[in-house]
């Protein structure tokens, strides 16, 4: 066995090395993590999507009849040129909010085969940009029906619903999107001293 400065000395480097092989491992994975979240679109967004009215569907429906209309929904916004679907208010958009329940469930004297065959929806739209509304800004409302077998047909009318508060409240998003430029300030008179 060494003298006892020569171990300590072996185990100093010891420690020095496992220090130095944990902090390049550290600093590895760091790396790995920041690379990992430059290489992924952020929420989802491709080329051009900028250019697309941010929707936001926000579903409320435990029914099947519901959920499958509100999922078809958000599928036809996703494949859609004219906007794309937001899992939360951003920048500035339309907001469409479900609320569905099952039309016949529980209901006294029905039969229980008409259970999951059709939805009550009610739907809110509003407008919203965060950083220039005190929050969302209610548009439209309407309370309907959807049977099992016209989800695809309802949604596509919901959609068609939302091109048409995108036209009507087209110059207020072009003004969010462009702010007015602050005017230039008025020029002063300077007196001029009459002698």
Same mark, same amino acid.
């Given at each position: 066995m060494g003298t006892p400065g020569t171990s300590l000395h072996l185990e100093s480097n010891q420690n020095l090395n496992s220090k130095?092989?944990?902090?390049? #491992?550290?600093?590895f994975s760091i790396a790995l993590l920041? &690379? %990992? $979240?430059? *290489? &992924?679109?952020?929420?989802?967004?491709? /080329? !051009?999507?900028? %250019?697309? &009215?941010? =929707?936001? *569907?926000?579903?409320?429906?435990?029914?099947?009849v519901g959920l499958d209309?509100?999922? +078809?929904? #958000?599928s036809k916004v #996703? +494949?859609?040129?004219?906007?794309? &679907? =937001?899992?939360?208010?951003?920048?500035? !958009? $339309? !907001?469409?909010?479900?609320?569905?329940l099952d039309l016949w469930n529980g209901l006294p004297g029905i039969d229980k085969e008409l259970t999951g065959t059709m939805s009550a929806v009610s739907v809110a739209f509003t407008i919203y940009a965060p950083d220039q509304l005190p929050g969302e800004v209610y548009e439209d409302s309407s =309370?309907?029906?959807? !049977?099992?077998?016209?989800?695809?047909?309802?949604?596509?009318?919901?959609?068609?619903a939302v091109r048409q508060l995108a036209t009507a409240n087209k %110059?207020?998003?072009? #003004?969010?999107?462009?702010?007015?430029? *602050? /005017?230039?300030?008025?020029?002063t008179a300077t007196p001029l001293v009459i002698q």
């Open positions: 130095i092989a944990l902090s390049t #491992k550290f600093a920041v &690379l %990992s $979240i430059i *290489a &992924l679109p952020r929420e989802g967004r491709s /080329a !051009g999507d900028e %250019s697309r &009215l941010s =929707v936001f *569907a926000d579903c409320h429906c435990s029914d099947p209309f509100c999922n +078809d929904f #958000k #996703k +494949d859609s040129t004219s906007y794309r &679907l =937001v899992e939360h208010p951003d920048a500035y !958009g $339309i !907001g469409v909010h479900f609320w569905c =309370v309907f029906r959807v !049977g099992k077998d016209a989800a695809n047909e309802m949604s596509g009318r919901i959609l068609t %110059s207020a998003f072009d #003004k969010i999107r462009n702010p007015p430029k *602050a /005017a230039a300030p008025m020029p």
